[in-house]
């Protein structure tokens, strides 16, 4: 994303510290980073409900869900398939983006650190701290079950991703019987708990 304005050939710059520099050339400019916040969680675990919440949670923010570059990425992709690993790094890109006006990106999306680590925008952010929305298996089938016709329900297969989020992502908030106001609640903690620690990004 970023490349020299001043080498004839299109280098990527590099990032260090607070700014990108040409490998080639050694131009620099500023180009701030921040940590990304990335709610994850498997179908039917609540995103989309605490969503609206979160929004009014973090003003200070911005507050994304992950399925909103769907539709223009099944246009863009060829024969309409989503290339999943490019809206991703198409999203840590927006989170750089915001990051150049102070402003956190928190990220609603069913994303891993595996995923995010092995792409190209990964250099662009820093640190990603994720939370799991999470619930009990049968809630998560009733959820799903509930859902629209038109839209996939290969259920067990988001109830074995639920596990293995369960299994790897420490901070959990559980949205099996609470309203969605004290899921979002206690994400806005979390969030501000290490942005307060890390101090107010700089003006
Ligand atoms: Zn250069």
Same mark, same amino acid.
């Given at each position: 994303?970023?490349?020299?304005?001043?080498?004839?050939?299109?280098?990527?710059?590099?990032?260090?510290?607070?700014?990108? @520099?040409?490998?080639?050339?050694?131009?620099?400019?500023?180009?701030?980073?921040?940590?990304?916040?990335?709610?994850?969680?498997?179908?039917?675990?609540?995103?989309?409900?605490?969503?609206?919440?979160?929004?009014?949670?973090?003003?200070?923010?911005?507050?994304?869900?992950?399925?909103?570059?769907?539709?223009?990425?099944?246009?863009?992709?060829?024969?309409?398939?989503?290339?999943?690993?490019?809206?991703?790094?198409?999203?840590?890109?927006?989170?750089?983006?915001?990051?150049?006006?102070?402003?956190?990106?928190?990220?609603?999306?069913?994303?891993?650190?595996?995923?995010?680590?092995?792409?190209?925008?990964?250099?662009? @952010?820093?640190?990603?701290?994720?939370?799991?929305?999470?619930?009990?298996?049968?809630?998560?089938?009733?959820?799903?079950?509930?859902?629209?016709?038109?839209?996939?329900?290969?259920?067990?297969?988001?109830?074995?991703?639920?596990?293995?989020?369960?299994?790897?992502?420490?901070?959990? @908030?559980?949205?099996?019987?609470?309203?969605?106001?004290?899921?979002?609640?206690?994400?806005?903690?979390?969030?501000?708990?290490?942005?307060?620690?890390?101090?107010?990004?700089?003006?």
């Amino acid at each position: 994303m970023h490349y020299c304005q001043r080498c004839d050939e299109p280098i990527v710059m590099m990032p260090r510290g607070e700014l990108v @520099v040409c490998p080639d050339c050694g131009h620099s400019e500023p180009a701030r980073r921040l940590p990304l916040f990335v709610v994850t969680g498997a179908s039917g675990s609540g995103k989309t409900t605490v969503l609206p919440h979160l929004v009014q949670g973090l003003p200070e923010c911005l507050v994304f869900d992950g399925d909103w570059l769907i539709g223009p990425f099944e246009r863009a992709c060829e024969f309409g398939e989503v290339d999943w690993p490019a809206l991703r790094d198409a999203w840590l890109s927006v989170a750089h983006g915001a990051a150049q006006s102070g402003r956190h990106t928190v990220l609603l999306a069913p994303f891993t650190r595996e995923q995010l680590d092995e792409l190209a925008g990964r250099r662009w @952010v820093a640190e990603v701290h994720f939370a799991v929305l999470d619930c009990a298996d049968d809630v998560r089938r009733a959820r799903l079950e509930a859902r629209p016709r038109w839209r996939e329900r290969a259920v067990e297969r988001h109830v074995a991703f639920a596990a293995h989020l369960r299994a790897t992502v420490e901070t959990a @908030v559980r949205t099996d019987d609470g309203p969605p106001e004290e899921s979002a609640r206690r994400l806005v903690a979390w969030v501000r708990g290490i942005t307060r620690s890390a101090g107010p990004p700089a003006a």
